[in-house]
């Protein structure tokens, strides 16, 4: 089994549901208290094992590589000052870490992680949304690469969700459950109340075999008109394992207003 050295941080969305606030920068560097979102999904996939981050990027969002860069002129200027560089230390990340790709329109987030296929190469990845800040010790991700070492294949992170909620989710329909693993049987990308499969849901986090790259090759706009790494993701079920993993951690859905206003009050 190879390991997950690798991961995507799609982050090329509009960020419509942020405006005007995000009309110049990407909506995953608004801060939660002292450290933008990227940097909570950054330190969640180090803590995972990850060597290898990709960014998908779009335009207006050169904020975001420049977030963990050397910035010279600020840190001379502190040196100088005699205030601390410890601050900083979080956005350093050994040369070669960070690689970016560009997706020049925001056709979904099954398009954007096509983007990176290159860069992904023959190997398992990890996707992280950083609008989706996990909280839990150990990380989100830690905790799936250790059920990825058990059974390989496809693990996306699940969570129950209220059943009027449904259709904001891609909803699970499950199969054996052993633990916090269950069984994927089926994936809908966003369905209504009434015709769920169930209450569990697909939050951003995922680690997936190199495999839905030739799936998502030919795939077709779906749901929102967007092309969905749902359905790209529902096509490999029945060819490899795959598990939705209940993890053991707070989710703060940071996309949205209310919860981005209750991850700061609950970190601060
Ligand atoms: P969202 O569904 O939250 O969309 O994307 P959004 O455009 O960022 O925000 P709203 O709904 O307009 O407010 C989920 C994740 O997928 C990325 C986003 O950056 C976010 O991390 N994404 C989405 C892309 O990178 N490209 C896309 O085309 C769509």
């Known amino acids: 089994m190879k390991p997950v050295r690798k991961a995507v941080f799609p982050v090329a969305g509009l960020g419509t549901r942020f405006l005007p606030a995000t009309k110049a920068f990407a909506k995953e ?30 335009r207006g969002k ?38 970016s790709v560009r997706q020049q329109e ?61 259709s904001s989710y891609g909803i699970i329909t499950p199969g054996a459950v052993d633990g916090p693993l269950t069984e994927v049987k089926g994936l809908v990308e966003k369905p209504k109340p009434e015709v769920a499969p169930s209450t569990l849901g697909v939050v951003g986090r995922y680690i997936l075999q190199p495999e839905v790259m030739r799936i998502l090759d030919t795939q077709e706009k779906g749901a929102g008109g967007e092309i969905q790494l749902t359905d790209a993701m529902a096509a490999l079920i029945g060819q490899q394992p795959f598990h939705g993993l209940i993890v053991d951690a707070v989710r703060y859905d940071c996309g949205d207003k209310a919860g981005y206003i209750q991850a700061n009050l609950a970190l601060a």
């Not at 002292?34 to 803590?47: N, W």
């Not at 296929?117 to 990380?139: C, Q, S, T, Y």
Request: glycine share 8%; with cysteine; net charge negative.
């Open 29 to 58: 560097m608004l801060p939660v208290v002292d450290k933008p979102l990227i940097q909570y999904a950054m330190d969640e996939a180090r803590e995972a094992g990850i060597e290898q981050m990709i960014f998908v990027t779009g």
């Open 106 to 166: 925001p056709l979904g987030l099954g398009h954007a992680v096509w983007c990176a296929r290159d860069i992904v190469g023959d190997e398992p990845f990890a996707v992280l949304l950083p609008d989706d800040l996990m909280w839990g010790k150990p990380g989100c991700l830690a905790q799936m690469v250790a059920a990825y070492e058990k059974v390989g294949g496809n693990i996306i992170c699940a969570q129950d969700v209220p059943r009027e909620k449904t």
């Open 62 to 99: 050169s904020a975001l590589e420049d977030y963990f860069d050397i910035a010279y002129e600020l840190e001379t200027t502190m040196r100088e000052r005699g205030k601390s560089l410890d601050p900083l230390e979080p956005t350093r990340l050994p040369p070669g870490a960070v690689a």
